[in-house]
């Protein structure tokens, strides 16, 4: 079975700073990658996501993350972020193999931007 | 607009009763989840279908049941037997194989009292 680990469970920045939140996930097969973002009162919504080919992705709000096969991680980067940035981050895995539908979570790190 | 709707987002049960939730999408998608939200400890996946008349017990099913009657609708109830039922829950359907990511409703928050 799938797992996911986000050890960073709370990260606090001053707008302008890097992010890096990390993700690592275990599993013995080939697996789709997410993540998701909950603002605040909001849904879930989807950031980005690796599927196959170039494992460096590029997603909304000037968000990227990089998948490393050997290191089983996909963290997630933001070069320099801002106030509305504050919301709860997930990770999320998915076995490739036809028919496995099962999506996996980590526990979330909270993010807070000090304006 | 398609989505999917959870109703009703606060629902209050008192300790003992059975109390069922519901989870309906209009987006054509095959694929439905429930999850349970608490704090510190992420999304938790409860039970999951990937076609009608089919479905999958997740990581934590005990005190939990679900049907898929029909692909709009993917009810989930929370039975005497879970122990610690107040929570919030999540549905979030896709289609096969998730490409295009997961739909999540808004959410039903469950208190027993």
């Known amino acids: 079975a799938q797992s996911v680990s986000q050890h960073n469970h709370h990260v606090i920045l001053s707008e302008a700073a890097s992010l890096e939140l990390g993700c690592n996930y275990s599993?013995?097969?080939?697996?789709?990658l997410f993540w998701y973002v909950q603002y605040p009162g909001q849904h879930l919504q989807l950031l980005l996501k690796?599927?196959?080919?170039?494992?460096l992705v590029k997603g909304i709000k000037g968000f990227e993350a990089e998948f490393i096969k050997s290191k089983f991680s996909f963290n997630l980067r933001k070069p320099s972020v801002q106030w509305s940035d504050t919301a709860e981050y997930f990770c999320?895995?998915?076995?490739?193999?036809?028919?496995?539908?099962?999506?996996?979570f980590g526990t979330g790190t909270r993010l807070t931007i000090i304006p | 607009d398609g989505g999917i709707t959870q109703s009703p987002k606060y629902l209050f049960r008192k300790e003992g009763q059975n109390v069922t939730l519901s989870c309906e999408q209009n987006l054509n998608h095959d694929a439905m989840y429930w999850y349970r939200q608490d704090p510190g400890q992420g999304l938790r996946l409860i039970y999951y279908s990937q076609i009608v008349n089919d479905f999958q017990k997740g990581d934590i099913a005990e005190g939990y049941s679900v049907s898929r009657e029909k692909k709009e609708s993917f009810p989930l109830t929370v039975t005497s037997a879970q122990k610690n039922p107040t929570a919030f829950y999540l549905c979030?359907?896709?289609?096969?194989?998730?490409?295009?990511?997961?739909?999540f409703g808004s959410g039903t928050r469950l208190t027993v009292v």
């Open positions: 599993y013995g097969g080939t697996v789709n």
């Open positions: 999320a895995v998915k076995p490739t193999n036809f028919g496995n539908e099962k999506l996996t």
């Open positions: 979030a359907s896709t289609r096969r194989e998730g490409y295009y990511g997961y739909t």
């Open positions: 690796y599927f196959s080919g170039d494992p």
